[in-house]
């Protein structure tokens, strides 16, 4: 059985000035998954990267949790948050302090986000700079919110917003 990929809306591309979040609402329960293509960076000065946060339905509640393996190309190590968060933690971006005009991608991938259980995220993503601070992530998150997913939030880590140009693309997945 094949999967139909159908783009959700528009593109969402942070224009100039920055923004606090990227934000996709009204998604509607037609799909069996989503998918959101991610390419962002931070405004804020870091010695390497910055992690990036999802809400789903505006929850702000302790509701999210995750498990982290990443590579930073001459170490590997882990992390995890149990559920407590108020945001799942779903990548990361490269910094102001990164190689200039370089943006990190990720793929978050979300299945059975109409159905009335927990859901599981998993991410797939890679911190660009041109330089051994790189950092390959891969994530599994939680949300234990129960309703259908109708609204999205992306969120930079705090007090630091997404530079112009970072992009974000939501998917739903059918099967065929």
Known sequence: ?????????????VGSGGAANVEFTSIPATYTDLLIKFSGRSDQAASNG?????????????NYSFRRVYGTGSAAASDSASVSATAGRVGRVTSASSTALTFASNEIYIPNYAGSTAKSISIDGVEE?????SIMVLNAALWTGTAAITSLKIIPLA???FVQYSTASLYGIKNS
């Open 1 to 13: 059985m094949a999967n139909t990929y159908i783009q959700i809306g528009s593109t969402v591309t």
């Open 50 to 62: 910055q992690d990036i946060y999802i809400q789903f339905n505006n929850d702000t509640g302790s």
């Open 129 to 133: 700079n041109n330089a051994t601070a």
């Open 159 to 161: 007090t630091s917003n």
